[in-house]
């Protein structure tokens, strides 16, 4: 049995992790005038217009066009207990770059101890303070460690979010179980924090129904209509939620897996804890991640944007940004993402960092991106662009192949910008239609050495480099 059932662990966490799915889906002026007057509102569908440029999504915010996330971690980080250590290093650089929050992996002891990435969770509130699972420290580190993290986070004026697994459970004993008639590993009575127990009867199959919603790699599935479970997930003083929030004072969610549960499920956690959440949602069909935020009261992650993005900057057709997205539905529940540890599937990174940084939503860097693959000076300076320039609502002005314009039409006397993405081979120009009369723009990238002056019926001609984008906003 116990040789099962470490086939069973080995062969679950081939999949990497909870978040990863089999199932997703995969020149003259006056003709130039002519030619491009029409300009696409980007409207709800009841017509309101989007994102007014605040930010809801975080306490610390960093500017008018609202707060920047990174994801701080990747697949298989360094293990050896000194990752908490590594961020905490990190932040006062990322804050001063203009990232107001940091996602960190699943805090809590996992099955595989000192080895795990965190999405096998054993015990809920050992943070890397207890023995057990073969290790006191998680891979990340101690509790103490993960605590000064936060702290200096917040010193920093950022906020954390934590990656919340709760759709399966890993690393429980072996009970005999009378709903299937046998036994299962099921029994977490001796975790060693003393908090959440669990029996068979807090994991489908049990006396609640034999409904999952959705199941992950054989790991038993925790049942959310169980009271015990509600209660210890969100309802008590000390539940998992509330003592994240309170005690380890984390600042908001990332809901793994979620397709493995109701969005009831989240919609109840944050009406009883609170705090900013996101659920990753692995589905490209923009009414299915519409239909779950607004069920769930959540933000989601924008897979639709993610995989439009692929097709526009590695497959040639940038007219496939006219297609809907979760930023175009409701902005305010859509995190985008250009890469993360479970999918990276996007060549042309800086383009797409150029379309999210610059967009409505709220913009994801990923650690490595950041950190090691691309030129962290040109994404300083895009994380700059969309926390002073990026708001109001969103106009796309010009697409073809190669090309793609749009305008953010500024809030609050802020003036907004205009993006230009190039991704054909050549120097690019067209004349736009800004929001600006006669006055005087640049290029906020700097690649671009033009200061033109925009005409009285507000046209301008502006350029991009190949391979590349530019940015246009009031030279002031």
Same mark, same amino acid.
């Given at each position: ?32 005038? #002519? ?79 000192? +080895? ?13 303070? %207890? ?13 103490? #460690? ?79 209509? @169980? ?18 929030? @309170? ?61 439009? $993005? ?9 007219? /496939?940004?006219?297609?809907? $997205? ?23 990174? $800086? ?19 950041? #950190?090691?693959?691309?030129?962290? #000076? ?25 090309? +793609? ?17 190039? @991704? ?44 590349? %984008?530019? /940015? ?5």
């Amino acid at each position: 049995m116990k040789k099962t059932r470490f086939l069973l662990v080995l062969l679950a966490l081939g999949f990497t992790n909870a978040c990863r799915e089999n199932d997703m889906i995969m020149d003259d002026t006056s003709q130039q005038k #002519e030619v491009h007057s029409k300009t696409v509102d980007v409207t709800h569908h009841d017509g309101r217009p989007f994102s007014t440029g605040t930010s809801s999504h975080a306490k610390f915010v960093a500017g008018p066009g609202g707060s920047v996330l990174i994801q701080g971690f990747y697949w298989d980080v360094p293990d050896g207990g000194n990752w908490w250590n590594t961020v905490k290093g990190k932040l006062a650089d990322w804050s001063n770059a203009g990232i107001g929050a940091v996602w960190l992996p699943p805090a809590s002891k996992a099955q595989n101890g000192a +080895y795990s990435m965190g999405y096998d969770p054993t015990d809920y509130y050992d943070f890397g303070n %207890y023995n057990q699972n073969g290790s006191v420290e998680t891979r990340f580190g101690s509790r103490t #460690e993960l605590e000064a993290l936060i702290t200096k986070a917040h010193a920093e004026n950022m906020q954390v979010y934590a990656d919340i697994v709760i759709n399966h459970n890993s690393g429980g004993q072996s009970e005999y179980n009378p709903y299937v008639g046998s036994n299962t590993w099921t029994n977490f009575s001796g975790v060693a924090s003393g908090k959440f127990t669990r029996n068979y009867n807090d994991f489908y199959k049990n006396s609640y129904g034999n409904n999952d919603e959705g199941a992950f790699g054989g790991f038993p599935d925790l049942c959310h209509a @169980n009271p015990h479970v509600q209660d210890w997930l969100w309802g008590r003083d000390d539940s998992v939620g509330k003592y994240y929030k @309170n005690v380890m004072k984390f600042d908001g969610w990332r809901f793994d897996y979620v397709k493995g549960f109701g969005p009831w499920v989240v919609n109840t956690w944050n009406s009883n804890v609170g705090g900013f959440s996101v659920g990753e949602l692995w589905d490209s069909n923009v009414n299915t991640l519409e239909w779950w935020a607004n069920n769930a009261n959540s933000s989601v992650f924008d897979f639709a944007a993610y995989y439009k $993005m692929d097709e526009a900057f590695d497959n040639g057709n940038l007219n /496939v940004l006219n297609d809907d $997205m979760m930023w175009k539905r409701n902005p305010f529940k859509a995190v985008t993402f250009v890469a993360n540890h479970d999918t990276d599937i996007i060549y042309n990174k $800086m383009l797409a960092y150029a379309y999210i940084l610059t967009h409505e939503g709220y913009p994801t860097i990923f650690y490595r991106d950041y #950190e090691e693959w691309l030129n962290k #000076e040109r994404l300083n300076n895009l994380i700059w662009i969309h926390n002073n320039k990026a708001t109001g609502t969103t106009s796309i002005l010009y697409t073809d192949n190669d090309e +793609y314009i749009a305008r953010r039409n500024g809030y609050n006397g802020n003036p907004g910008l205009v993006v230009y993405i190039n @991704n054909s081979s050549s120097w690019q120009e067209r004349w736009i239609q800004t929001n600006w009369t006669s006055q005087q723009i640049k290029d906020f990238t700097g690649s671009s050495s033009w200061y033109p002056t925009t005409q009285s019926d507000k046209w301008v001609k502006i350029q991009c480099a190949p391979k590349s %984008y530019s /940015v246009w906003s009031l030279n002031q």
